[in-house]
């Protein structure tokens, strides 16, 4: 069976700093990535995905996220976060035909 | 609004009740889900639909009870309910089951079990 772990439960920046959230996943066949995102009150909503070619990702509001097969990793990035960036962050993984989620990382940004 | 559509937005309801959950979708979507949303753990997928047939049900309690009358449909039936219940209880949709381009979730019920 597949799995997802976030190895952030939650993450505090000041504007302008860069983030990096780590997604590990176990799944040993073809997998699809993705990572969503929920704003506070709000549903979850897709914010980049993986299926094959070029490992780096880019998704929307300046977000990017690299899959490194070798390491089972699909880590998020953002070169510079915005105080409205402040949300919750799930990676999710589609292997075996059902979406797996991780506990999500809580990442809030300070004006 | 995402073109996922669930009420109750919020529930209160005793351990003694029965009440239903509705998610309701018009994107031609064939398969639906149900996802339990707690603090600080991973969103647990409960059932799956696809083509209106239960195609999958992880371990869940008999108290809950899902229906799926119709494609664009699909109901989380709930009675007798414990406390630790209580959660965010999330549909979702896609085209085909396990869809490769993702799901689309709808806002999810905050259901309270007193």
């Known amino acids: 069976a597949q799995s997802v772990s976030q190895h952030n439960h939650h993450v505090i920046l000041s504007e302008a700093a860069s983030l990096e959230l780590g997604c590990n996943y176990s799944?040993?066949?073809?997998?699809?990535l993705f990572w969503y995102v929920q704003y506070p009150g709000q549903h979850l909503q897709l914010l980049l995905k993986y299926f094959s070619g070029d490992p780096l990702v880019k998704g929307i509001k300046g977000f990017e996220a690299e899959f490194i097969k070798s390491k089972f990793s699909f880590n998020l990035r953002k070169p510079s976060v915005q105080w409205s960036d402040t949300a919750e962050y799930f990676c999710?993984?589609?292997?075996?035909?059902?979406?797996?989620f991780g506990a999500g990382t809580r990442l809030t940004v300070k004006p | 609004e995402t073109g996922v559509t669930q009420t109750p937005r919020h529930l209160v309801m005793g351990m003694t009740n029965k009440k239903s959950l509705k998610c309701e979708q018009h994107l031609g979507h064939n398969a639906m889900y149900w996802y339990k949303q707690s603090a600080k753990k991973p969103l647990e997928l409960m059932f799956v639909y696809s083509l209106e047939e239960r195609v999958e049900n992880n371990s869940v309690p008999s108290r809950f009870s899902p229906e799926c009358p119709n494609s664009s449909h699909l109901f989380l039936h709930l009675h007798t309910l414990q406390p630790e219940d209580s959660a965010l209880y999330l549909c979702?949709?896609?085209?085909?089951?396990?869809?490769?381009?993702?799901?689309?979730f709808g806002s999810g019920t905050r259901l309270t079990v007193v």
């Open positions: 799944y040993g066949g073809t997998v699809n």
């Open positions: 999710a993984v589609n292997g075996d035909n059902d979406m797996r």
């Open positions: 979702a949709s896609s085209q085909v089951q396990g869809a490769r381009y993702g799901y689309t």
